[in-house]
Nanobody, 124 residues
């Protein structure tokens, strides 16, 4: 089973950018991948997802046009480029792996593995 470790979080001013990375061990290319976030007192929410091949991508409406998800199967990495950050983007961001590559339903599937999360704080 794949294991996931996020990095790249931090403190940034509104309007700034951050790039999150998720390093995977195991057979990374056999997983569809997603990014989720959870702010204090709120439920975890979907941010973005990408299929194993990178062919299909999905974004939450709240980040569309500002965030870009990408993956490098040769390096076993998943990235999330976050631009034009807003205070409401403040949350713990986690990557997740879905081992069923024959369907792409990233908002509703039960993911097989999760990273520990990385904190993103956007100041106003």
């Amino acid at each position: 089973q794949v294991q996931l470790v996020e990095s790249g979080g931090g403190l940034v001013q509104a309007g700034g950018s951050l790039r999150l990375s998720c390093a995977a061990s195991g057979t990374f290319r056999r997983y569809n991948m997603g990014w989720f976030r959870q702010a204090p007192g709120r439920e975890r929410e979907f941010v973005a997802a990408i299929t194993w091949s990178g062919t299909n991508i999905d974004y939450a409406d709240s980040v569309k046009g500002r965030f870009t998800i990408s993956r490098d199967n040769a390096k076993n990495t998943l990235d999330l480029q976050m631009n034009s950050l807003k205070p409401e983007d403040t949350a713990v961001y986690s990557c997740a792996a879905d081992g069923n590559i024959y369907r792409f339903n990233p908002r509703h599937v039960v993911y097989d593995a999760w990273g520990q999360g990385t904190q993103v704080t956007v100041s106003s």
